[in-house]
């Protein structure tokens, strides 16, 4: 199922007042004028069904979303099938901010579990840059955090080990859910298969088969149907040599 190019985008659950995510302590305040901005951006809300594709590569698209609930991962496919994500994507994250700039989107969005998302017309951001500099400012901490991200994840491609790049991302993931409130105060529970984990980190599923099991082994990880859970988060940074996503307050579009 592909929703980028639905326009039945359901009426708003959430104000932009009342927004569920505004008060987590990792979200900047807004300013009274800033709010009432965003409300306006806002055209809706849309449902995306387990498995939806949010947005594909090579498309062009009106609007702009920020993830209210769920969880999604940004990937690239070669010709043959072969994919390889880039990301993960979790409430407050920003999706399609590189097709508004660059015209079309160059990569795919795929939802990895039930997902709301909040809806932005595309033709608003121009007014934003125009007139509103503290968002505009957000926008480009936004788009320098996933650079970031993307510097750590090309490192552990290209000098983790096996074992190394695994506790990262399952570290990685597991932090940032952890800051947005995903699953409480309970273990955080991230809904991927190891398809997944193998397609994000380069490896065969075979090899990351046994390298999830040596995770398992350490008690660092729990491995269920519903997909990985986080039982030491440090101890899996400790094996990474990788000292945390360092962030204070971060912006909320």
């Known amino acids: 199922m592909s929703v980028q190019n639905n326009s039945a985008f359901s009426s708003r659950q959430y104000l932009c007042e009342n927004c ?18 965003i409300s306006k951006f806002k055209k809706g809300e849309l449902a995306v069904e387990k498995g939806g594709t949010v947005l594909v590569e090579g498309s ?20 043959d099938g ?7 994507l979790m409430p407050g994250d920003l999706i399609g901010l590189q097709g508004s700039v660059m015209g079309e989107m160059q990569h795919s969005v795929e939802a990895l579990s039930p997902m709301l998302l909040c809806v932005f017309e595309r033709e608003y951001l121009h007014e934003l840059y125009r007139n509103h500099p503290g968002l505009a400012y957000d ?8 650079e970031r991200m993307l510097d750590e994840n090309l490192l552990s491609l290209g000098r983790r080990s096996a074992i190394e790049r ?88």
């Open 166 to 253: 695994a506790a990262y991302l399952i570290a990685f993931i597991g932090s940032r859910a952890k800051v947005v409130g995903l699953n409480g105060n309970q273990s955080v529970q991230i809904p991927i298969t190891q398809q997944h984990i193998a397609d994000t980190l380069g490896l065969s599923l075979v090899h990351t088969n046994k390298t999830i099991r040596k995770l398992m082994d350490r008690k660092l990880i729990v491995w269920r149907d519903g997909g990985c859970v986080v039982s030491d988060n440090e101890g899996l940074k400790r094996l990474a040599g990788w000292e945390g996503l360092g962030e204070a307050r971060r912006p909320l579009i």
């Open 20 to 37: 569920p995510l505004r008060p987590l302590p990792i979200f900047r305040d807004f300013e009274k004028q800033e709010l009432a901005f």
């Open 82 to 88: 072969r994919r390889q994500i880039l990301n993960y």
């Open 139 to 146: 926008i480009t901490w936004i788009a320098s955090r996933e």
């Open 60 to 79: 062009h698209s009106a609007h702009l979303y920020t993830v209210l609930s769920g969880w999604a991962f940004r990937y690239k496919l070669l010709r």
